[in-house]
Nanobody, 114 residues
Framework: VQLVESGGGLVQPGGSLRLSCAAS????????MSWYRQAPGKERELVAT????????NYAASVKGRFTISRDNAKNTVYLQMNSLNPEDTAVYYC????????WGQGTQVTVSS
């Protein structure tokens, strides 16, 4: 099983990034996919979740209206489009897959700074 995140980096406040998470080794289309993040000195928090069919989504209040989660089951990939980024969004972002089992990616660093 692998979840490989990509797309992180350094961006200025107000900018955008698109994270990707490529999955392999399990039945991707059957799993609920989520993005979590962990900032230095803070606990890991749920950012966004998308159902297996890509219809139902949920967001943390802090990112609602700015972030969009989506998935392409044909490509076994989940995305997180992040707009209007601010320094409080700086964190390591993790991809998560959950159904009967739970899997995590290794994380990708997002830094928002001028």
């Amino acid at each position: 099983v692998q979840l490989v995140e990509s797309g992180g980096g350094l961006v200025q406040p107000g900018g955008s990034l698109r994270l990707s998470c490529a999955a392999s080794g399990f039945t991707f289309g059957s799993y609920v996919m989520s993005w979590y993040r962990q900032a230095p000195g803070k606990e890991r928090e749920l950012v966004a979740t998308i159902g297996s069919f890509g219809i139902n989504t949920n967001y943390a209040a802090s990112v609602k209206g700015r972030f969009t989660i989506s998935r392409d089951n044909a490509k076994n990939t989940v995305y997180l489009q992040m707009n209007s980024l601010n320094p409080e969004d700086t964190a390591v972002y993790y991809c998560n897959a959950k159904r009967t089992r739970e899997y995590w990616g290794q994380g990708t660093q997002v830094t928002v700074s001028s």
